[in-house]
């Protein structure tokens, strides 16, 4: 039986079927960690109007999202942005299982440039990228001092992995002039030094035990597959049963091909275990779902590879268990939870695009100084307040502001309209009096609505805010004419 099946040779050309027009995943992945390295460089530097494509500037007290500059103020945009961030990943997890493990976590692109570029491709330090469980012979000297350079150029992109990632919170042209003075900005330096560090310490001796012990998401992703979540999926009605048992107490039956067929005749795993040696986390995929499993679709390549030849599909596929493990037909991507994740996707996101066109171009708080009132020999009652500006806007703007519909009441300071710049704030101390008798209550004070309009005065359609206050009047035996 055995010498039947491993002799035998694929139909003429049948083995160039599997194999023809075949891009493997890990090519298709280089592309796309290239893409969002390029974007996640590039985006920092992109103004539109002065402002950030995103930006969370804590020296400055800003979000700019889209162009858009928010105050610290206006932050209420800020749960939105994190629902988007954290629904979205559960929808792709329901869908895609660990596709951003694979597919878009720095944590394994940086361990792809460092061992598959650094140690591999241009070092020579590992043979192979095939094989990611035999380690360098760190007794040679010569691996030694390959090492040391390996580590010498991470350390490198480290430290511009780590600026890259500042850049997010203090925009480069603010970066690299707090730069230029370190002894001034020690907490900048520090940040940067400290982030770089961590990155050499997790990608150079942490690898990929970051993501099976360390990372939170392999946890919780038990929790968001189901039957219908593509993933690296073995197929053991074709391959064969190599393990027995269930979940993580499944011990390992077959380790030789002959062994497997003397059992199962019609299994067509080669046992070559191609897919065990490529898997950077060290798992076999044959196994089963395992939380190790990062969905780098490493194992379908070699599976492919290895199958293709013989003219057979794969035995590992990028697929669901519904469809590749049981064969209970095609996996449904259009399932109830996958809509229900992004119609909640859609909602938070319109609202985020609502909220976020409603933006503010001047913020104003008005807060009533602890004295009520003041009145004058003359009858004349004021009233004082602290009035708090922010121009929002990204150009410099002339203010004053009116007393809505209440005539009686009038500005006495400040007299004049004052200027604001971009991005600054100013504080007004504003009295407001009334030389005619609004209320004539002889047991307390009274408290007169009124609302405040401020504007700029350069622009009065689009910027300006209605903030509602109280006049305090005094009781009748206070007020002399």
């Known amino acids: 039986m055995e010498s039947t099946i491993t002799t035998e040779k694929p139909k003429k050309n049948q083995s160039k079927e599997y194999l023809k027009g075949w891009v493997p995943y890990r090519i298709k992945r280089y592309w796309f960690y290239a893409a969002a390295t390029v974007i996640a460089m590039v985006m920092p530097w992109i103004t539109i109007n002065g402002n950030h494509l995103f930006l969370l500037s804590f020296d400055q007290k800003k979000l700019h999202l889209a162009g858009i500059a928010f105050d610290m103020q206006e932050l ?27 597919w878009a976590c720095p944590q394994t692109i940086f361990r792809v440039i460092y061992r598959d570029g650094i140690e591999t491709k241009l070092l020579g330090l590992r043979k192979k990228i095939k094989n990611k469980q035999k380690e360098p012979d760190m007794s040679k000297m010569e691996n030694k001092v390959k090492s040391v350079i390996a580590i010498l150029l ?22 690299f002039r707090y730069l230029s003075d370190p002894a ?41 597959y189901d039957d219908d979540t593509i993933m690296a999926v073995y197929d053991p009605i074709r391959g064969g049963e190599i393990y027995e048992g269930h979940g993580y107490e499944r011990e390992k039956k077959f380790t030789k091909q002959k062994d497997l067929l003397s059992v199962e005749p019609n299994a067509e795993c080669t046992t070559c275990e191609s897919c065990v040696t490529v898997c950077p986390t060290h798992i076999d995929i044959r196994k089963g779902l395992q939380l190790e499993c990062i969905n780098c679709l490493e ?10 030849a013989l003219g057979k599909p794969s035995l590992v596929q990028w697929s669901s268990e519904k469809e590749t493990l049981r064969h209970e037909g095609k996996t449904n991507y259009l399932r109830g939870k996958v809509i229900a994740y992004f119609a909640v996707l859609m909602i938070v996101l319109v609202t985020l695009f609502v909220m976020g066109s409603k933006k503010e171009h001047m913020l104003l708080n008005i807060n009533k100084s602890q004295r009520l009132y003041k009145v004058l020999d003359n009858g004349v009652v004021q009233n004082d307040y602290i009035f708090m500006f922010a121009n929002t806007d990204s150009k410099d703007h002339t203010y004053f502001f009116e007393i809505v519909g209440n005539d009686k009441i009038t500005i006495r300071r ?50 300006m805010v209605e903030r509602e206050q109280v006049f305090f009047y005094p009781r009748a035996d206070l007020v002399k004419k």
């Open 184 to 224: 001034e900005h020690m907490v900048l330096v520090g940040v940067l030094v400290s982030t770089a560090l961590f990155i050499i310490l997790d990608v150079v001796f942490i690898k990929e035990n970051f993501c099976v012990y360390v990372c939170p998401y392999s946890r919780v992703q038990s929790v968001l």
């Open 154 to 175: 991470w350390s490198v992109l480290a430290f511009v992995a780590s600026a890259n990632f500042l850049w997010y919170f203090v925009p480069p042209e603010d970066f």
């Open 76 to 102: 209420y945009l800020m749960p939105f942005l994190l629902m988007l961030l954290f629904l979205g990943i559960f929808a792709i997890t329901a869908v895609g299982g660990r596709a951003w493990c694979g």
């Open 299 to 308: 194992c379908v390549d070699a599976c492919t590879s290895v199958m293709g």
């Open 414 to 463: 400040p007299s004049e309209p004052f200027e604001l710049g971009a991005g600054q704030k100013k504080k007004k101390v504003v009295v407001l009096e009334t030389k005619e008798q609004l209320a004539n209550n002889t047991r307390k004070d009274v408290p007169i609505p009124i609302v405040i309009r401020a504007y700029a005065t350069d622009d009065k359609e689009k910027i």
